[in-house]
């Protein structure tokens, strides 16, 4: 094999270093947008939850405790280590974040489809429990097969769409600074934006490789790679 080039050890270094700041970027904000938009809905009151939500109190709850659930266990997923010397732990816990992506698919469903704000935003709901479900059944389905590579990429789509609800959070703050529409007009459009325009760009850091290098790309390589954070060094 030959040895990494100077130059090439740099590039690696620099991309490792940009995954992993973006990750310690989605951490901040995932945290911020749990501790203040979804754990007051584990206090089960009126006041919690609202004129709007509270007749639907039972299917929400349920919806972020599977969300919470979700996201606490697709994280250390990405952690090469993980999978590489703990792997029944790693098995359990594809299991219970797979449970709960179902549960929190089909409460977001039945939420979608009992919305009252507009049909755009209920379609959009709506769809994005079917992309979090049709995700993560091709990843189940992908390692069922024992096709790893794309278990990977298909999990990584997964988790993308499980950051939903943070990318709704922060694309509705933005617009609401900027003044950007009327409330409801900006619920319409996060509902499909979340998590269609994070799936776009997720799909073209698997595909430019292999588009941009053609024949040069290495046939079997695993880009999902790219998207594992480096801790402690590689793994």
């Not at 698919?105 to 755009?120: E, K, N, Q, Y």
């Not at 609800?165 to 703050?173: H, I, K, N, P, Y």
Request: charged share 15%.
């Amino acid at each position: 094999m030959t040895p990494a080039s100077p130059s090439q050890r740099t590039g690696g270094g620099f991309s490792h270093l940009v995954v992993t700041a973006s990750w310690v970027v989605v951490l901040c904000l995932t945290t911020h947008y749990v501790s203040t938009r979804a754990l007051r809905f584990l206090v089960v009151t009126p006041q919690a939850y609202g004129l709007y939500f509270w007749p639907r109190a039972s299917w929400l709850l349920l919806h972020v405790l599977a969300g919470l659930v979700a996201i606490g266990t697709g994280l250390p997923q990405f952690w090469p280590r993980l999978r590489r010397d703990h792997v029944k732990v790693h098995r359990v816990v594809g299991r219970v974040y797979l449970s709960s992506v179902v549960l929190g698919g089909a409460t977001g469903l039945f939420l979608a489809t009992t919305s009252r704000v507009t049909p755009t935003y209920a379609a959009g709901l709506a769809f994005l429990s079917v992309a979090w479900l049709t995700t993560s059944g091709m990843a189940f389905a992908a390692i069922l097969n024992r096709n790893v590579d794309q278990h990977k990429q298909w999990m990584i789509r997964s988790y993308v769409v499980t950051l939903a609800f943070v990318s709704f959070r922060l694309g509705e703050d933005v617009l609401a600074y900027w003044g950007i529409g009327t409330k409801a007009d900006r619920l319409s459009v996060m509902s499909w934006a979340c998590w269609a325009v994070p799936l776009l760009f997720t799909e073209i850091a698997f595909q430019a490789r292999p588009v941009f290098l053609g024949r040069r790309a290495a046939p079997t390589g695993d880009w999902s790679r790219a998207f594992e954070p480096r801790i402690g060094g590689p793994a």
